[in-house]
């Protein structure tokens, strides 16, 4: 599908600066838009995050100069609020899927490959596509317009949410949900409204995931999960998350919303992350630690909050080490007060006294 820019104007009431016969074939954040998509800037004086994106145009709360971050083509599209005006053009690309209740089986317009197995008390929705040699067992929901590779095997009761985009030779185990709303809300009127929910999630070639893991739809991208990634039992991840290639995320991990990880990093059991961190390539961070930092490439970090191994192996020493300071402490407070004592009793004696000692 593709729409011409004075077409995406006009839906939501912008003022175009650009070529209003330019086509657009879709709309991504920044960093994922290609060069014939459309993407936002929500502030302004965040211009800076537009650098290195490759979008035709941008949709704005005002008119920015482009050219000063790589994008000297692009055009802009001016509206009064830029978050509702990007939902509404992403759900003219990708419209959301009505929440209505399913048969079990396959949808007519479903294209399953001749050689791939379905379980009979599987739901497979509209538009859905399953490649080659992959199995479906029992109990599956695959939502509309979900791409399923070649190779898979999507286990017991696994439930990919609508758009849901799975390469080849992907393994989910039991239980797991891909593709739920992320945890967004905003305030209005003492009360939580939801905010956009209008993303999906892409899993990449070779991951594995393992049984319980619930990996959120992006606010208007991909939560992506990177080739050859391997994620243990129980793990959360948040909307909008960029997860690289070949990490291992050990069960239990938490990872907020906007987090990025770079290639072969490592979490260990229980790790949590905030939201918005940066880890580097080959990070590990050690079991239950919490990141509340970005962390460097080639680097071990441990404890809550999270620092460098070495730090925190210093701080460790010197935590166990506090019970034998504490005596040593209480027997100097001990012998301050007698010498206290002592010093008080010199000083209130008579002059004959002092005199005599």
């Known amino acids: 599908m593709a729409m011409q820019l004075g077409e995406l104007a006009s839906l939501v009431d912008g003022r175009l600066i650009g070529i209003a016969t330019n086509l657009c074939t879709g709309a991504n954040p920044p960093a994922e838009a290609i060069e014939t998509e459309i993407t936002m800037l929500d502030d302004p004086s965040r211009i800076d ?26 055009s802009q599209i001016i509206v009064p609020d830029p978050h509702h005006a990007f939902g509404n053009i992403v759900s003219s690309f990708r419209p959301p ?19 791939a197995e379905v379980h009979g008390s599987a739901t497979i929705g509209m538009g859905v596509t399953i490649g080659a040699r992959s199995r479906i067992m029992p109990g599956v929901v695959i939502s509309p317009f979900s791409r399923i590779g070649e190779d898979c095997i999507l286990h017991a009761n696994v439930t990919l949410y ?9 393994i989910i185990h039991a239980g797991t949900v891909i593709g739920a709303n992320g945890f967004g809300y905003r305030q209005k009127a003492g009360r939580h409204i939801p905010t956009a929910q209008l993303g999906y999630v892409a899993i990449e070639s070779d991951v594995e995931i393992g049984a319980g893991v619930t990996i959120d739809r992006g606010t208007y991208g991909a939560t992506r999960i990177g080739e050859g990634t391997k994620i243990d039992n129980q793990v959360m991840i948040a909307h909008n998350c960029q997860i690289g290639k070949h990490n291992l995320l050990c069960s239990q991990v938490g990872i907020a919303g906007s987090c990025t990880t770079g290639d072969y990093v490592i979490l260990a059991g229980q790790v ?18 919490g990141v509340m930092d970005d962390c460097a490439d080639d680097e071990v970090y441990l404890g809550s909050p999270a620092t460098r191994q070495r730090d925190q192996m210093q701080i460790i020493a010197v935590q166990r080490r506090l019970p034998e300071m504490r005596r040593k402490l209480k027997k100097l407070q001990r012998e301050f007060h007698r010498l206290a004592e002592a010093s008080t009793t010199v000083n209130q004696a008579s002059p004959e006294d002092k005199r005599a000692a």
Do not use: C, F, M, W
Not at 50 to 73: F, Q, Y
Not at 98 to 113: C, E, M, Y
Not at 272 to 289: E, F, M, P, S, Y
């Open 162 to 170: 609508e758009y849901s985009d799975i390469s080849d030779r992907v």
């Open 49 to 74: 995050s537009l650098h290195g994106s490759r979008a035709t145009a941008v949709v704005t709360g005002s008119e920015v100069d482009l050219a000063s971050i790589g994008l000297p083509n692009a």
């Open 97 to 115: 899927v009505n929440a209505s209740v399913p048969l079990i089986g396959i949808d007519p317009t479903a294209i399953i490959h001749e050689t």
């Open 272 to 289: 949590g992350l905030k939201d918005h961190v940066k880890l580097g390539n080959r990070t590990i961070i050690g079991a239950q630690a």
